[in-house]
């Protein structure tokens, strides 16, 4: 059973530009969350999507950010417009749908957005 | 909402002893604490969860104990080894049947001296 899988791993944007990140979860997973973490500091909660649906997304900025997860196809987070201060590691996790209680999250690798 | 705070921010041991790394939380209503390790340049791994109706759990060299009094819960790594060296991060979640996100405290950077 294949991870979560996130591209591109690594992503340099000048300031002004568009940033696309990918997210792909782990088979029979139907929720998604993003997180963003800092240099040296832990994850901070961006948004959670189920399919076609954005459930939370009270940790994303208002402007300039956005993200989906279409019906088919993997989760996107976007960014537009970035600013060196979207440097950082962004990370997505998924989770179950079946179940009592608090899914599991598990995350993917990463991907290292660099704003030039 | 939730808040996270997880002690001490670096740790070094030497090899065979133990580590125990604690946090603390907020709010009541969480009820899910897992921990994940993170190795440079790699995405957090789930190393250990507990949930609220449980004070401890157990899985090889790694247990975890939660006070739910106290609002704390601490990982415990016994003889430890160079590749338990990674960030350790802590998490608490008020869970609904639905998902619901994680709250992290700001990571343990451990060293395993050889």
């Known amino acids: 059973n294949a991870g979560v899988m996130q591209n591109p791993r690594h992503l340099v944007r000048r300031r002004g530009q568009e940033a696309r990140l990918r997210c792909s979860p782990m088979k029979g997973h139907s929720h998604v969350y993003w997180y963003r973490q800092l240099p040296e500091e832990g994850l901070k909660f961006m948004v959670y999507l189920q399919k076609e649906n954005i459930i939370d997304e009270s940790g994303m900025p208002k402007e300039r950010f956005s993200a989906e997860f279409p019906k088919e196809g993997p989760s996107i987070l976007r960014i537009q417009q970035v600013v060196r201060g979207d440097s950082a590691a962004y990370f997505c996790?998924?989770?179950?749908?079946?179940?009592?209680?608090?899914?599991?999250?598990?995350f993917g690798p990463g991907t290292r957005l660099l704003v030039l | 909402g939730e808040n996270v705070e997880q002690h001490p921010s670096t740790l070094s041991v030497q090899e065979g002893d133990s580590a125990v790394i604690k946090c603390t939380y907020s709010d009541s209503a969480s009820n899910y604490f897992p921990w994940y390790k993170q190795e440079l340049g790699k995405g957090p791994q789930l190393i250990i969860d507990?949930?609220?109706?449980?004070g401890e759990k157990k899985d090889q060299r790694i247990a975890v104990t939660l006070n739910k009094t106290a609002k704390h819960f601490s990982l415990h790594i016994t003889e430890t080894q160079p590749e338990d060296s990674a960030v350790y991060f802590c998490?608490?979640?008020?869970?609904?049947?639905?998902?619901?996100?994680?709250?992290f405290g700001t990571g343990t950077s451990l060293t395993v001296i050889p």
């Open positions: 996790a998924s989770s179950p749908e079946k179940g009592r209680g608090v899914k599991t999250q598990y």
């Open positions: 998490a608490a979640s008020i869970g609904t049947n639905t998902g619901n996100q994680f709250y």
């Open positions: 507990i949930r609220s109706n449980v």
